[in-house]
């Protein structure tokens, strides 16, 4: 069973950065061995891609929002997975979430298997 908690959230004014950080629970539980992702749910809206990274971290997939302000990066060694958030919007106000797949790392939101609780992100404008 794979645990995620996911930090850095927090209420920020627009232009401003936060960094997200996702670890998993538990010694056991190798991030490795998972393609990970990025998602978001504004309320009212349907949970959405934002970001994923491979197992290895060469390759990285982003939603065409985010692209050139969002970064995704894995620390294998530190089994964590970031997501450095700059030139915030109000648009991107919403719950971020971790989650991990056991399958090929995809922009799917079906194929990943483990969630974490999620973080909230606010932009205020």
């Known amino acids: 069973q794979v645990q995620l908690v996911e930090s850095g959230g927090g209420l920020v004014q627009a232009g401003d950065s936060l960094r997200l950080s996702c670890a998993a629970s538990g010694r056991t539980v190798t991030l490795t061995n998972y393609g990970m992702g990025w998602f978001r749910q504004a309320p009212g809206r349907e949970r959405e891609f934002v970001a994923a990274i491979t197992r290895g971290g060469r390759t990285t997939y982003y939603a065409d929002f985010v692209k050139g302000r969002f970064t995704i990066s894995r620390d294998n060694a530190k089994n964590t997975v970031s997501l450095q958030m700059n030139s915030l919007k109000p648009e991107d106000t919403a719950v971020y979430y971790c989650?991990?797949?056991?399958?090929?790392?995809?922009?799917?939101?079906?194929?990943?298997?483990?969630w974490g609780q999620g973080t909230q992100v606010t932009v205020s404008s």
């Open positions: 989650a991990a797949t056991s399958a090929t790392t995809t922009t799917n939101r079906e194929a990943y298997g483990y």
